[in-house]
C-alpha cells in the first residue's frame, strides 16, 4: 500500500464520515463507513502528521514520490527503483 504523508493541519475529508478505530496503542486509523477502504492512520509517535492512502485519493498520480520507507518489508519482487532515498524503516528522524 502506498501512503502520503503530511501534516494535520493540510488534510480534511471532504465527503462522508470516516469510521476511526484504535489500531495499536500509539496508532488510530480510519477506514470508509461504507465499504470499509483504509483512508488514514495516525500516530503518537508523529501526532502532528497522518498517513492517507493514495489509492483511495481522486486523483493519485498527483501525489508524487518522495523516499521509500519499511523497504525492509516490501515483497521481494517489487522494484522501487534507485532513484528516491530507502528507509529500511520508518521515516528518518
Do not use: K, Q
Not at 498517513?51 to 485519493?57: E, K, L, N, S, W
Amino acid at each position: 500500500m502506498t501512503w502520503a504523508t503530511v501534516p494535520n493541519d493540510r488534510f480534511a475529508f471532504t465527503r462522508g464520515t470516516p469510521v476511526t478505530y484504535a489500531s495499536s496503542a500509539h496508532g488510530r486509523r480510519t477506514r470508509c463507513a461504507t465499504c470499509g477502504s483504509p483512508l488514514t492512520f495516525h500516530t503518537t509517535t508523529r501526532p502532528d502528521d497522518v498517513d492517507i492512502t493514495v489509492g483511495t485519493f481522486d486523483h493519485p498520480e498527483r501525489c508524487l514520490p518522495e523516499t521509500h520507507i519499511w523497504v525492509s518489508s516490501r515483497i521481494a519482487w517489487l522494484d522501487m527503483g534507485a532513484d528516491l532515498p530507502a528507509h529500511e524503516e520508518g521515516s528518518p528522524a
